[in-house]
């Protein structure tokens, strides 16, 4: 036994996890070895087939059909995806998107790699305030919602409470009731839960740095500020990519915090794609379309994710 | 007592897998009830009052577990995974077309005429639910949707002599209301409470037979009554009516409600007859003495007499098991009987068997009048769901800007999507 496992790690190794099982599953000579490795994969298999592979083909079938739920399906050819890019609406849909993910992930892992960075040269002195960070991750967005929602209220709101009580009173403002401020209100409520990863990820990388490094560094006489730019700064990227990543991802998908802050309005100031796709099919009962935008959606998925998956595979080799 | 909600139901399979002795009702009647809160207390109220009066009968009553923020989606799952049902709670006039259309109800006709229905319903409650010349469902709730409620104590501190039934003293009214530090008329107008305040203008500026012709698109959302209501409303917001419009589309209609009836911040507010239980239940105000409510107020004579009304029906389904016993359960709601239920309850029926003696004052003071007035459905419940989406968004870009060039602008876009949907 310990020999057949040997052999599958040597195999792995050598050229990778599936050299020559191809040739060995269709000669219909699988080794022992195989049937182990499949049996061990096929809870996997099952449940990823089970919960991602058949509603991803569904979805896709779905969004060639025009259906209500209840109406018998129609076939609609591409009529969805065309119909998709001649709606205004979609295209408000994209734009709120970009401006979403770009000010989350790019706000988000700004404060946390500053933070895991400031952490990195006092670590004790900063624990506090990274426990605080990251319990804010832990918290289900609908929890925060409603808190964010008390806090930008117009009327009673924390945030025009304190604008009020310092004299700013000109400055307050119905933050969700106005579009142009609206999008900003989710993006804050938004950030402070997910500024809680990148400040994980940024800090791991940052420990990760050998002490003895930054020691030289301490005895050839560079500053704090030194050392955060030109040592700490440059090996925590792998964490800060990683953050970007998962945040990027993380807001692609942002539904909650939209649904209770907004609900996409007003007049569809934050109604991102995700929301959208929503609207159309659980809304207004237009399942083949709200799936041709989920499509969309998840195209646009995988083309973020490319840059992080041929790193991962360079950095494998 | 003999409900099975869907918890039962499960335990009662278990036991009869697990070798218990299982019972069996000689006729189960299976409730597709997606209410909660009170509303569902009411439900089960006539469910358990039906099989008392008819013990043969069991009910099983089905309550969907998620629907979101339209209860259409829960119904809409729970068929499409298999779940069977005789009777179904509707109260939307739309997805009723819809599900006549898709062939899942039976129209009721016949029991209609075999059970003496007319007798209890007059014909604009059996024309609410009426498709290609057949009736499908009988409704045996009606909600006001034309109240403006507001506080005795405010108008009368205010120097408001009674309550402005006309549009002119209502807009009027507001001076009085400002000079007390008040915001004469809050509006809740994040999702979908600022269409009840066009719908009631519409139906005083162009009466029932327009709106009407306006939710079946038989005239154009540009047409000129359309813009003179919202000019009418206009009207309103010039007389500096509401909060800006930011804190509008920001709040619901539950903020607009604590303003009036609860913080005494604002002077009126419209909503539906559920403000009732509102202020009763979570203010624990006193009907009349505490708040009250007035009908929208009369802008043309000639439409004094329009109510805009909600309503709930039971519709009996295509493929139901028992489609005798749902019928004779919607007799059994219209009945005395069932009236008396519902009454207790504090919700009013169009059931001509109720006695009204048994509702609170609110209540009657609406029901009284439902059986006089020109009952229109509201408007929103009629439109297709993508309609009554750019429908709501269209209030909201009004509400920011009500210039004429809007007006234009936001009928143009309600005329186009009308003109998408009605092909």
């Known amino acids: 036994m310990s020999v057949q496992h040997g052999s599958i790690l040597t195999s792995q190794t050598q050229a990778g996890p599936f050299a020559g099982l191809a040739t060995r599953l269709f000669g219909g000579n699988l080794r022992r070895a195989d049937w182990i490795a499949f049996a061990l994969l096929a809870p996997t298999l099952i449940f990823f087939s089970i919960g991602v592979l058949y509603p991803l083909f569904e979805t896709i079938r779905v969004s060639f059909l025009d259906w209500t739920g209840l109406s018998q399906p129609k076939p609609a050819g591409f009529s969805n995806y065309t119909k998709l890019f001649s709606d205004a609406n979609f295209w408000n849909a994209l734009r709120v998107t970009l401006t979403w993910t770009l000010a989350c992930t790019g706000i988000s892992v700004a404060i946390g790699w500053s933070v895991a960075l400031i952490s990195g040269l006092a670590p004790k002195q900063t624990a506090p305030f990274r426990v605080a960070i990251f319990a804010a991750y832990g918290i289900s967005e609908t929890a925060s919602g409603l808190m964010w929602l008390g806090i930008l209220q117009p009327d009673f709101g924390l945030l025009n409470g304190i604008l009020r009580l310092v004299g700013l009173e000109g400055w307050a403002s119905p933050w969700l009731g106005e579009p142009s401020t609206a999008i900003w209100g989710v993006v804050a409520a938004y950030v402070w839960t997910q500024a809680g990863l990148p400040l994980l990820t940024c800090y791991a990388a940052i420990q990760a740095i050998p002490k003895s490094q930054l020691e030289a560094a301490h005895m050839d006489g560079a500053s704090h500020f030194q050392i955060l730019r030109y040592i700490m700064a440059p090996l925590s990227l792998p964490g800060v990519r990683i953050a970007i990543f998962i945040n990027l991802l993380n807001s692609l998908k942002a539904f909650d915090m939209i649904h209770i802050l907004t609900a996409g309005g007003p007049i569809r100031a934050t109604e991102t794609v995700g929301y959208f796709m929503y609207q159309e099919s659980v809304i207004y009962f237009k399942q083949g379309y709200g799936a041709a935008s989920t499509v969309v959606l998840l195209l646009a998925v995988i083309v973020c994710s490319i840059p992080l998956i041929l790193d991962k595979a360079s950095e494998s080799k | ?423």
Not at chain 2, 187 to 202: D, K, M, V, Y
């Open chain 2, 1 to 423: 007592m003999k409900i099975l909600n869907s918890a039962s139901a499960l335990a009662i399979a278990a036991m009869t897998f697990a070798g218990g002795t299982a019972f069996a009702a000689e006729k189960e009647l299976v409730i597709f009830n997606w209410l909660g809160g009170s509303e569902r207390d009411l439900i089960i109220a006539l469910e358990e009052g039906f099989t008392a009066k008819y013990p043969d009968y069991e009910i099983k009553d089905i309550n969907p577990a998620a629907g979101g923020d339209d209860p259409r989606s829960g119904i809409r799952s729970a068929m499409l995974s298999g779940e069977e049902f005789d009777l179904l709670l509707n109260t939307w006039p739309s997805f009723e077309k819809e599900l006549v259309a898709a062939d899942l109800i039976s129209p009721i006709d016949a029991a209609w005429e075999q059970y003496g229905w007319s007798q209890a319903l007059n014909d604009s409650w059996r024309n609410l639910a009426k498709h290609d010349g057949k009736t499908y469902g009988a409704y045996f709730i009606a909600g006001n949707r034309s109240g403006v409620w507001y506080r005795p104590d405010t108008l009368a501190k205010a120097g408001i002599a009674g309550e402005p039934t006309q549009w002119k003293d209502f807009l009027s009214s507001f001076s009085a209301l400002k000079e007390i530090g008040m915001l004469p008329v809050s509006i809740g107008a994040r999702s979908w409470a600022q269409t009840e305040w066009f719908e009631n203008a519409l139906l005083r500026t162009a009466g029932p037979a327009f709106a009407k012709e306006l939710s079946e698109h038989k005239v154009a959302w540009t047409d000129d009554r359309v813009k003179e209501t919202f000019r009418n409303l206009r009207d309103m917001l010039e007389a500096d009516c509401c909060a800006e419009p930011g804190a509008m589309l920001s709040s619901h209609w539950t903020d607009a409600a604590d303003a009036v009836l609860k913080n005494k911040k604002a002077g009126f507010m419209l909503i539906g007859s559920w403000a009732n239980q509102r202020a009763k239940n979570e203010y624990g105000l006193t009907p009349i003495k505490d708040y009250s409510y007035m009908q929208f107020p009369v802008i043309k004579p000639e439409y004094g007499n329009a109510m805009s009304v909600d309503g709930k029906n039971f519709l009996v389904m295509k493929q139901a098991k028992n489609p005798e016993g749902a019928e004779l359960f919607i007799d059994f709601v219209l009945s005395k009987e069932g009236s008396a239920i519902i009454a207790a309850q504090n919700l009013a029926t169009p059931s001509a068997n109720v006695d009204p003696s048994s509702y609170d004052p609110i209540v009657r003071k609406y029901a009284q009048i439902l059986p006089l007035v020109d009952v229109f459905f509201v408007l929103d419940d009629l439109l297709p769901a993508e309609l009554s989406g750019e429908f709501r968004i269209s209030l909201q870009k009004f509400l920011r800007d009500p210039s004429d060039a809007s007006i234009d602008s936001v009928t143009a876009a309600l005329e186009a999507k009308a003109s998408e949907l009605y092909q």
